[in-house]
């Protein structure tokens, strides 16, 4: 198998027999309204693409993961003169990906359900799908030639690696994302240290979470991939450049990695590079390449290239103000009213336009109201500002609330700084969508299993399920003896504390065992067992420890 590496998440997966191509990313204008770039740049590997489909006689396959931009690249579909190919997709409850791509004119569409196979004249392909509401994503294996990948680019299975290699046996290459991409900490407004010790700890989490992903892959080649993008609007320039933030460059990474798994070999790859998986060997190198010295120069003249594109885009964003105003004012009270948990959310939240100080709107959830009031700073609030032309963009459709968030350019601010997934969902989801969402969290609160954890403080029992979005807690793991972390999006449960999540005021319900209670197993124990004591466990639990409802 040879495999070229097309850009951000997109590769080339070349058998004799097959040519399967990952979330082909190439559109000259970036994603998320140009806020975000292929890096490093890529755009001349469409024509390479476009030749291979013209010319090869192969089999060919196109996987697009999930609906985000840097993944779906509608342009890049359309503009393919030969549809000689099948598409894969995967079939999620929200089905905007499949509803974009259902008339698209090639041999066929997938659209797959987790872990549906696809077979093909060498081999198969099979998905693994995250559909949690909040995250919406997809892995791919594939088995093909006599040889195994595992492409996880940003999806968070990572609770599930083991059952995949399970299923699946030995895998030879495994690629997934190990940089960040939301926007906390970057748009959220606070001091310059506070910034920093955010973002290092969660760019050091994260690379700890992938690295023990890689570690339990074992691969016999890690291909870091799926970002970081980068940033060419003069707005969000200072991105590329921070001393830390959740975007860390491959070479930042690899270092860390050096020193954590250095047994496993790790291979960077420009776009244009191709791996021959028998050698391991890059057998076409890019003479380009961009390193830790030359990439502040190599952006800076990456960027020029769009200074007239960003120069006439901000002449063009004057909007009408209070149009934009009123139909936001509408859109908000759509959502609220498609917001069953809303009466949960505590503390107010103002949405208010950057580029204009009397708008501004008062959400307030227990009241179920939508005002114009300007936030005074004065209490528990959450506040967004954005420019009106921005979020013109996603009244207008051209963006959905979610492609909006990433965008970077807005600025956010809580008190107190605890992350509150309704308002997430509430910000982030399309207002068709908060029904299933707020189905999604009642389903994850009513699970009710328990497991067994061992530390040098003695036994706990927890809840199995992580209560951001149904993570198993089987797959944790424990730092300094009190710490369980989900592996999906490292939460942190203090074992100490009644099993208090760190960054909200969600649990975990941890209960300390006496020490006449028989040892049962640790965290890798198998659920016979923890079945076996859990009914003990829970009539245990004192109601009053139980979280309130709120709380999750
Ligand atoms: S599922 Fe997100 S942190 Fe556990």
């Not at 990906?97 to 696809?118: F, M, P, T």
Request: glycine share 4%; proline share 5%.
């Amino acid at each position: 198998m040879e495999i070229t590496f097309i850009g951000h998440a997109g590769f080339c997966f070349e058998t004799e027999k097959s040519i399967i191509i990952t979330d082909p990313w190439l559109s000259a204008f970036g994603a998320f309204d140009s806020a975000w770039f292929q890096f490093p740049q890529n755009h001349d590997m469409a024509a390479v693409i476009q030749n291979k489909f013209l010319h090869s006689k192969k089999n060919k396959y196109i996987y697009i993961s999930h609906e985000h931009k840097d993944h779906f690249d509608l342009d890049f579909l359309m503009s393919l003169q030969s549809r000689d190919f099948e598409l894969i997709i995967p079939n999620f409850r929200r089905n905007a990906l499949y509803a974009a791509l259902k008339s698209y004119d090639c041999k066929k569409i997938h659209c797959c359900s987790d872990a549906e196979v696809i077979t093909l004249s060498d081999g198969s392909l099979r998905l693994y799908l995250d559909d949690s509401e909040l995250n919406r994503d997809s892995a791919l294996l594939i088995n093909a030639g006599g040889f195994t990948a595992l492409n996880m680019n940003d999806c968070k299975l990572y609770d599930r690696l083991i059952a995949i290699l399970r299923e699946n046996g030995k895998i030879d290459v495994f690629t997934c994302q190990f940089s960040g991409a939301t926007w906390h900490p970057t748009c959220y407004d606070y001091s310059e240290e506070q910034y920093t010790t955010i973002s290092t700890k969660k760019m050091m989490t994260k690379f700890e979470s992938v690295a023990r992903a890689i570690h339990n892959v074992s691969p016999r080649v890690y291909i870091p991939s799926a970002g970081p993008a980068c940033f060419l609007d003069p707005d969000l320039f200072h991105l590329n450049t921070e001393p830390v933030n959740i975007f860390p460059f491959a070479p930042k990474f690899i270092e860390f990695l050096k020193k954590r798994l250095p047994k496993i070999p790790v291979c960077e790859m420009m776009p244009g590079d191709v791996l021959d998986l028998a050698s391991c060997e890059l057998t076409t190198k890019k003479s380009d390449r961009v390193t830790d010295e030359n990439r502040l120069t190599y952006l800076t003249q990456y960027a020029q290239q769009y200074e007239r594109y960003f120069a006439d885009r901000k002449a063009a964003s004057l909007r009408d103000i209070d149009s934009v105003f009123d139909r936001l004012r509408e859109q908000l009270q759509l959502k609220l009213k498609n917001m069953q948990l809303a009466k949960r959310i505590q503390s107010p939240l103002y949405i208010s336009f950057s580029d204009d100080a009397e708008k501004s709107l008062k959400i307030d959830f227990k009241s179920d109201s939508i005002e114009k009031s300007t936030f005074d700073g004065s209490e528990d609030h959450y506040q967004m500002m954005a420019p009106s032309w921005e979020i013109a963009r996603v009244l207008d459709g051209h963006l959905t609330w979610e492609d909006f968030s990433l965008t970077f350019r807005m600025k956010l601010s809580r008190a107190p700084d605890v992350y509150q997934p309704l308002v997430q969902g509430f910000l982030i989801l399309e207002p068709e969508d908060l029904d299933a969402y707020c189905n999604m969290v009642l389903r994850v609160e009513s699970r009710s299993e328990r497991i067994l954890v061992e530390t040098a403080h003695g036994r706990f029992a927890i809840d199995r399920y992580c209560p951001h979005q149904g993570g198993d807690l089987k797959c944790a793991w424990i730092e300094e003896e009190r710490y369980i972390t989900c592996p999906r999006h490292r939460w942190q449960f203090d074992l100490l504390n009644n099993g208090k999540c760190l960054t909200n005021n969600s649990s975990v319900n941890a209960m300390a065992l006496d020490e006449d209670t028989p040892v049962m197993a640790s965290l890798s124990v198998v659920p016979r067992l923890v079945r076996g004591i859990q009914k003990a466990f829970d009539a245990a639990l004192d109601p009053a420890d139980k979280p309130r409802d709120d709380e999750m």
